[in-house]
């Protein structure tokens, strides 16, 4: 993303940062994102339009960073107890969210984002955290689990196949049989 690093978490740049971003929440949610211009924001969030090309390069970019924004988690994952009711709460959540209809708009939006990789990278290392908290966990439980690479390859991957390249969504019950096979070939 065209985020310069080093700019003040607090301060002016975070009020345009804040005021900018709610500017494209309300208006696609007014509007729908394929009408919204960085004109019709800037005028929303009381800056110039250059001031937004100046910040982000782009409104592809600006919607990257204000989908990267709603996916990083709040917290990690809860502690259930046992690494099966860890990932399928888990598990359960991720498929809500991102089969959802904004969930699937800010996967695009990631995806559309010129910053490529990066922005990209950091989705993955947030689902990739929450996982890794998961597993730790688990070891230090004592429990068996499946690794990182069996979680991303048979749960993560194909709902988000399917939320990409298919028109048909994935049932519940099929997401919840991919999560126990995880569970399945770690015993």
Request: proline share 6%; aromatic share 4%.
């Amino acid at each position: 993303m065209s985020n310069r690093t080093g700019i003040r978490p607090g301060g002016r740049s975070a009020r345009v940062q804040e005021s900018v971003h709610q500017a494209v929440r309300e208006l696609t949610a007014e509007v729908g994102r394929t009408q919204v211009t960085v004109p019709m924001i800037a005028a929303r969030a009381g800056v110039t339009p250059s001031t937004i090309y100046r910040r982000w390069g782009d409104l592809p970019e600006l919607l990257a960073d204000v989908a990267m924004e709603r996916l990083r988690p709040d917290s990690g994952p809860p502690d259930t107890g046992s690494i099966a009711t860890d990932l399928h709460a888990w598990a359960e959540q991720f498929f809500e969210e991102m089969t959802s209809e904004p969930g699937k708009a800010m996967v695009r939006d990631v995806i559309a984002s010129a910053a490529g990789d990066g922005v990209q990278a950091s989705c993955s290392a947030f689902t990739r955290e929450h996982i890794q908290t998961m597993l730790e966990r688990a070891a230090s439980r004592g429990e068996a689990a499946p690794d990182m690479d069996t979680v991303m390859d048979r749960f993560v991957a194909p709902i988000m196949y399917r939320n990409l390249f298919q028109s048909e969504p994935m049932s519940v019950e099929r997401a919840r049989a991919l999560i126990q096979s995880c569970l399945d070939d770690s015993d």
